[in-house]
């Protein structure tokens, strides 16, 4: 179940960004084995099928995915994981990556108020926009695809199987002989 918070700021992605990612991300753990179907992404990613197929068609306009037609069609990236940043993701389902509409990379859209060539507090927001693609920029789609280690306050489920020196503490008195 998804939570939603009330907005607490200038800058939010919306479920189309969130989604979108996760759709992403899982073509890349499936990056190579042939095209996905969105059936199949959807039933792994606990996802609505007909909100991913909107999505798809925004990242195939960008360049980001490919499709196949067929009983074994589906989607894949169009490019190594590797080389797919996330602004471009994000981008790609969210557009241009803005707070305000003064720190717009269009120079319409950044000249829209009226207060933009002589504003101070422009120079926040154009800083908030760099931060944003810069930390998005930093990051690929191959790092997120990656297995993430166990929180060490959330354990495998399993802890037993681990090795003695990986489980975790346990709360329970030691047994004696």
């Known amino acids: 179940m998804r939570t939603t918070f009330p907005s607490t700021g200038a800058l939010h992605f919306s479920t189309r960004g969130e989604y979108g990612v996760r759709l992403m991300v899982e073509l890349a753990r499936h990056h190579g084995d042939g095209p996905v179907s969105l059936s199949e992404m959807a039933d792994h990613e606990d996802l609505p099928r007909p909100y991913l197929e909107q999505l798809v068609v925004n990242l195939r306009e960008q360049g980001l995915v490919t499709s196949t037609r067929g009983a074994r069609g589906g989607y894949q990236l169009a ?23 003064c720190a717009s990379d269009d120079p319409i859209h950044a000249n829209a108020c009226g207060r933009s060539g002589f504003c101070n507090v422009n120079a926040l927001w ?10 998005l920029d ?9 297995p993430r280690p ?3 306050f959330h354990p495998p489920v399993n802890a037993t199987a681990l090795p003695v020196a990986q489980r975790p503490a346990s709360t329970e008195p030691i047994p004696t002989a």
Do not use: N
């Not at 993701?89 to 509409?101: H, R, S, Y």
């Not at 930093?138 to 990656?146: F, P």
């Open 79 to 101: 490019r190594d994981p590797a080389e797919i940043r996330m602004s471009q993701v994000i981008e790609a389902l969210e557009g241009p990556i803005t707070p305000m509409v």
């Open 126 to 135: 154009l800083r908030v926009r760099t931060a944003v693609v810069g930390a």
């Open 138 to 146: 930093s990051m690929t789609l191959e790092e997120l695809a990656r």
């Open 150 to 152: 166990s929180h060490p």
